[in-house]
Each structure stands twice: as C-alpha cells, then as structure tokens.
C-alpha cells in the first residue's frame, strides 16, 4: 500500500488518516527490543518523569518513568537541557526509563486517589526521587516513539510504587497546586513567568495538579496545551509592541536539520513550513521531492488547530518569546529542512529546544526583505519558489511587492 508522504505528515501517528489501524511508521520503530536487564522489581531515581496514556480516554494508564540507577537523574527528562546533545546519547538515558502502568479514570484528580497524589507530588518535585516499582512481570521491552514526547523505553502493568523518604517539591509549584480558585490557565502563566521550566509545568498540568475542575490530561496532549497557554499569554504583550523596524534572519543547522527563522517588519503573523525529505522519518518513500506541509496564523491568532500538529505551537512559542524579549512586534517565518539520516521522532521538544537555542543566537541584519530571503535560501536546499508555493507568508510578500510597483 501506497501511502502519500503529506498523509503522513498531517497524521505523524495519530489521526490514522492513511485508513489503517495501525501506524506503519510507529510499528517499524517499534519492534526493535532494547537490551536492558530489567526485571519485574525496578529501583532506581525517578528524573522525577510521570506518564499520562490517552488510550480509552477518559479512562487512562498512568504511571511513573524510572531508570534502574541511582546517579543523578534530574536530566532524564529536561528537554530544556538537550539542545546540544547527541541523539544517540539522548536516546541512551531516555530508553533507559521504565514506565509503570496502572488504570485510572481522568476524574480521579478530584477524587485525590492514592496513586495520583503520588504522581502529583512526583510531578512537583525538584529533584530525583530514589524509588522502588514492582510490576506484575518483567517489562516489555519495546522502544515507545512518537511525535509528541521524547522516547522512552520499556513498560508494564505495576503493581507497587513506593518513595524511599519524602518529596522535596518545588514551593513554586505546590503554591499554585493548594490553590484551588486559580483557574488551570492562569497557572500556567504564572508558573512560566515565575521561571518553571515548560517541561515541569507539562508534568504538573497532565497530572492534574491545577485549575478549579480538575483532571488528569494526556502527556502528548498537556505537552502541546502548555505551549499553546503561554505562547497567547506572551502574544498579547507582543501585540502592543511597536514595530521591529528590521529584518532578521536566524539559522540553526544540526542533527540533519536546519531551521530558518525569518522576522519581517509588520504586525504579527507567523507560519511555520516543514519540508521533509525521502528517507525520513514522516516520508519514507525512496526518493522522490520533498514533502512540505505547514500552517500559519493573522495577526488575531489561530482559529483551528494546525495542520502539522504540536510542532506548530512549539514554534509559536519560541517566536513569542523572541519578540517578547525584544519588546517588539513583527512577522516571522520560520522554515525547517530535515534530511535523510534524520528518520526517528523524538517529540516537539525537538523543534522548541533547537529554535530556542537558535534564537538566542545573534541575528543577521538586513535592510530589505530581497536580502534577508537571498540570505536565508542560501542555507536551505529547496529554492525560494517551491517555498512560496506553501507560504501565505511569501505570497503576501510577492503580492504587495507587484501592488508598490505600480503606486
């Protein structure tokens, strides 16, 4: 069966639009064992990591993620810390932890059961948390991947979670999770603008731990609301701002990818195009052009969700946070090529770490829009005229620039 690489891109696992039931790309990454010696008794210092399933939703496995060692643990699971890391190392401590499963209903965050005032404290604490997880038989040891969250290794039905001695939670975070008058949003926001690293804030929100009507929230599903909550928080002070009077072109060339961002003089708009080459992760076609897919928002934000999924708001994010720094206003666009060799997700923290990182780089100034676009093709591969076929962006752009020429 022939499945078109632009199905993929839009589905990346989860929307099953190809009409089968089940994902070709996940299953290959999948049946790989990992050679760990893990047995049914798991002990080991939790990063602290927490799991939220969205399978039979709202009826849920959850769970903690442990690795089987008792060393420093804390960046197991803090994307914010991967940027320059090696895949490969990423993938050897991210494998390495062990998620234990058990049945809940979303609902019992108001109930305060047992295990999910455990994986509540779990999620807020502020440094690993040495424990012991007993499942019902040796783990299954499969590599679990997929386009939202970061990979993780093997998994099983728990039968026993226990601390050895107390949590040490962070104050921050326990403050805003005994308010129970604040709304969930607003404790994003503050958490965030407190410094909480995106990452902790995910945990905190999928377990549960805010808002008035509580409940627990799916991993990949709390990864892309909290990045959607902030990215709007930041937008409407970047929305006051005065113009950025220039144009800048940012670049970040790593682990088979480069990222392009764009930033135009203008009121705020944004896009955000993927191109994704054969023999990649979400076009496996032998050869062939690239597959480019993306979506964009006015200057009153977004009014569905994006075509390219959770990528899209972790590049929002990084571009609110840019202009927010600069207390300034502007069009961005921002362009990713990945190539071939680049042929396993890793989770949107992928694209917001890289785009972060490279836009805390020092931009290339332009005076013109003519330069800033020479500038930026000339670090990508595909030319600006299959680009601008994709990009409202640039159509815009070639649109007004016919229009001036004959005023």
């Not at 062990?98 to 604490?125: F, H, N, P, S």
């Not at 040495?130 to 499969?142: C, Q």
């Not at 905190?204 to 627990?216: E, L, T, W």
Request: positive net charge; charged residues 25%.
């Amino acid at each position: 069966m022939h499945i078109p690489p632009e199905l993929c891109i839009r589905c990346r696992g989860t929307k099953a639009l190809c009409g089968l039931a089940y994902c070709p790309v996940m299953v290959k990454m999948n049946i790989e064992p990992i050679r760990l010696n893990i047995a049914s008794e798991v002990q080991g210092a939790s990063p602290p990591s927490v799991f939220v399933g969205r399978v039979g939703y709202p009826k849920v496995m959850v769970g903690p993620m442990l690795p089987p060692v008792f060393e420093d643990t804390s960046t197991y699971d803090t994307p914010e810390f991967w940027s320059d890391y090696k895949v490969d190392d990423i993938l050897h401590f991210r494998l390495s932890l062990v998620r234990g499963t058990t049945l809940v209903d979303v609902e019992d965050a108001k109930r305060e059961t047992r295990i999910v005032q455990t994986l509540q404290e779990l999620a807020m604490a502020d440094k690993p948390v040495y424990s012991d997880m007993v499942l019902k038989k040796d783990p299954v040891k499969t590599v679990h991947l997929n386009e939202h969250m970061p990979p993780f290794g093997p998994s099983g039905k728990m039968l026993t979670f226990e601390v050895n001695g107390n949590i040490s939670v962070d104050q921050r975070i326990e403050k805003v999770y005994y308010d129970r008058d604040m709304k969930a949003g607003d404790a994003v926001i503050q958490l965030y603008n407190n410094g909480i690293p995106l990452s902790k804030i995910q945990k905190s929100f999928s377990v549960g731990s805010f808002g008035k009507a509580r409940k627990m929230v799916p991993t990949r599903w709390s990864i892309t609301a909290v990045d959607d909550i902030t990215s709007k928080s930041l937008l409407e002070r970047v929305r006051i701002q005065q113009d950025i009077g220039e144009y800048l072109v940012y670049v970040r060339k790593i682990h088979m990818n480069v990222f392009v961002a764009i930033v135009i003089p203008g009121v705020w708009s944004f896009e955000w195009i993927e191109a994704w080459f054969p023999n990649t992760t979400w076009n496996l076609m032998p050869v062939g052009e690239p597959a480019i897919m993306g979506d964009n928002e006015g200057y009153m934000g977004m009014d569905h969700y994006a075509k390219v999924g959770g990528c899209y708001y972790s590049a929002r994010l990084t571009a609110a946070e840019m202009l927010a720094q600069l207390q300034r206003q502007g069009t961005v666009l921002m362009l990713r090529e990945i190539y071939p060799g680049f042929n396993i997700p890793l989770g949107v923290w992928f694209v917001r770490e890289q785009l972060r990182t490279m836009l805390k780089s020092k931009p290339y100034r332009f005076s013109s829009i003519n330069e800033a676009l020479e500038f930026a093709m000339n670090n990508l591969t595909i030319p600006l005229h299959k680009w601008t076929r994709r990009s409202k962006i640039l159509q815009d752009i070639r649109y007004q620039k016919k229009i001036s020429e004959y005023l």
